[in-house]
């Protein structure tokens, strides 16, 4: 008998490891969730001026339409859309649809590819 | 015996599925929001402070706002057990991050309702 104890592969390096596409897309949906609740004191307080009155609607506009206030608002709706999109194929999952390798690598492209054209789209829009 | 920690996940499937009826209502309302935003005729002043005077608008975007914090607690509360492990440390951050929580949605609900 052996005495010897099995030494198990540990790989936990991040920067070797190359996680598949449906471990990108979870990450991410903990990233973004993450982000969103670090700015959402931000988000609240940019909602509290645009309704107030027309003079803080005003000082709301300055401050939004700096370039970078653009950049970090078009991060959050990055976030927001990424979230959304990888929220709804977990729900998927949760019903048991598309649980197999193909369709979840397949719908993991998906989330990333609608998630990243609608940021593009609402993004030039607003911008 | 099972080991109970204050800071554990209170082994049970409660918030997982509140973390998905908040996921399923906040969705649905990004949809509603989404519309009603991008048909305003214009983006001033008056029509944003229209858009969000109405009753049922107020109701529902406060029930938005509710759902999120309910549904941040839980997903913030997970990555401080997932990667924080002093027990004291991971406390405050729980005991910070609901209280935080607390207070944004009592701000929305100001900001809402002085409309």
């Known amino acids: 008998m052996s005495t010897q104890v099995r030494r198990r592969p540990k790989f ?12 990108v897309v979870s990450i991410l949906h903990r990233i973004s969730g993450g982000g969103l609740f670090l700015f959402l004191p931000f988000l609240i307080y940019l909602f509290d001026l645009s309704l107030t009155s027309p003079e803080t609607f005003a000082v709301y506009k300055g401050i939004v339409g700096h370039w970078f206030v ?24 949760d019903l ?3 649980i197999d390798l193909e369709p979840a690598r397949q719908s993991a492209r ?6 990243g054209a609608l940021t593009v789209i609402l993004g030039v829009w607003l911008w | 015996m099972v080991k109970r920690l204050v800071v554990g ?10 973390q998905r009826i908040t996921a399923a209502y906040m969705a649905l309302y990004t949809l509603l929001f989404a519309v009603a935003a991008l048909t305003l005729p214009a983006m001033t002043w008056e029509h944003w402070h229209a858009l969000f005077s109405g009753r049922w608008m107020q109701f529902l975007t406060f029930l938005f706002f509710a759902s ?42 100001r900001v809402l309702w002085r409309l």
């Open chain 2, 68 to 109: 999120l914090c309910y549904h941040a607690w839980i997903g913030v509360r997970d990555i401080w057990m997932d990667y924080i492990k002093p027990l004291g440390v991971r406390l405050a951050l729980h005991v910070a991050t609901a209280l935080l929580l607390i207070g944004y949605l009592a701000w929305v609900a």
């Open chain 1, 12 to 23: 936990l390096d991040l920067r070797e490891i190359r996680l598949p596409l449906p471990g």
């Open chain 1, 70 to 93: 653009k950049l970090i608002l078009l991060g959050l709706l990055w976030a927001y859309l990424h979230h959304f999109c990888a929220g709804i194929r977990f729900l998927l999952l």
């Open chain 2, 9 to 18: 996940a209170h082994y049970g499937v409660r918030d997982w599925l509140v």
């Open chain 1, 96 to 98: 048991h649809q598309g």
């Open chain 1, 110 to 115: 998906v989330v990333l590819m609608v998630s």
